[in-house]
């Protein structure tokens, strides 16, 4: 009995250390991502609500067009200030960018018809976005809804009908592309497919860290636990409904752990 009174004693100081991981990443991600705000800034280009834009000069906040085929500057949207619940009007503010929420954005089907869920990146023409192919670098965000290139045409360019689709923004690297070698395929794939959107780095791997650990403290318990139990029956049979009660108790613990688990694991990586 004693040995699974420090079982559980370990198990409560494993579990306090995975709550205060999350409650930090959390926290930080929560601070730093400052989702829906809309910045102002200014162009020397006459920029429409929906257009992909680069960063030029972070000094004076000057934006430009994204050029076409070249996805290593992707910034933001330029979106209508009124559709942002905050906005930060600088003293010239000409255009106003959104680089987190959910926003609506130019896209083409030059690289096939998009889909909910498809990468977005940029495309043949300047300011307008497409699918995300593995050449792209970067990724503007993930569409929420689709566009076939035939129903919702909203103008053309070169033949080139365009539309307008909401993406969820998060411009982060392109999960599609081989070039990023900081984490596995396999577990890009299952974070991204989790989470319906791009995963940082270090996200993946900090939830990686809460599994690994939630799972060796659920089958550290569960062992202990059982094991004690068995022996305290062999030694003591009459006291065998007691001991099952309490084993069965530790058995819920450790579920709970792993349960617990799980849901920081899946909400590490939704955020």
């Known amino acids: 009995m004693k040995a699974t009174k420090k079982v559980k004693i370990r198990l409560l100081l494993i579990s306090a250390a995975t ?36 960063l030029v000069d972070a000094k004076t906040k000057t934006v430009k067009a994204a050029p076409a085929n070249n996805a290593a ?36 089907v030059s690289n096939g018809p998009i889909k909910g869920g498809d990468y977005i990146s940029v495309s043949s023409v300047n300011g307008i976005g497409a699918k995300a192919t593995p050449g792209d670098s970067l990724i503007l965000g ?19 009908n365009i539309g307008r689709i909401y993406i ?51 089958i550290t318990v569960l062992y202990s636990g059982v094991r004690g139990s068995l022996i305290s029956i062999g030694r003591n049979p009459l006291s065998r409904k007691a001991i099952f009660s309490g084993m069965y108790k530790t058995i819920l613990t450790g579920l709970g752990v792993f349960i617990i688990g799980m849901a920081g694991v899946y909400l590490l990586l939704k955020i």
């Not at 569409?143 to 129903?151: D, K, M, W």
């Open 168 to 218: 969820n923004i998060s411009v982060s690297k392109n999960p599609i592309s081989n070039t990023d070698p900081t984490l596995p395929s396999f577990l890009r794939k299952a974070a991204d497919g989790l989470a319906n959107k791009s995963v940082p780095v270090i996200r993946v791997y900090t939830a990686l860290l809460i599994f690994g650990v939630s799972l060796i403290a659920a």
């Open 19 to 54: 709550l205060l991981a999350m409650f930090f990443v959390f926290g930080s991600g929560l601070i730093a991502r400052a989702d829906n705000v809309v910045e102002g800034y200014t162009s020397s280009q006459t920029l429409q609500p929906g257009e992909i834009v680069t």
């Open 73 to 108: 500057g992707l910034y933001g949207v330029v979106v209508d200030p009124s559709d942002a619940p905050i906005t930060l009007v600088g003293q010239n503010s000409k255009v106003f960018v959104a680089t987190t929420g959910t926003y609506q954005a130019l896209v083409s």
């Open 142 to 160: 993930r569409a929420v809804n689709g566009f076939n290139g035939t129903t919702g045409v909203v103008t053309t360019n070169n033949g080139k």
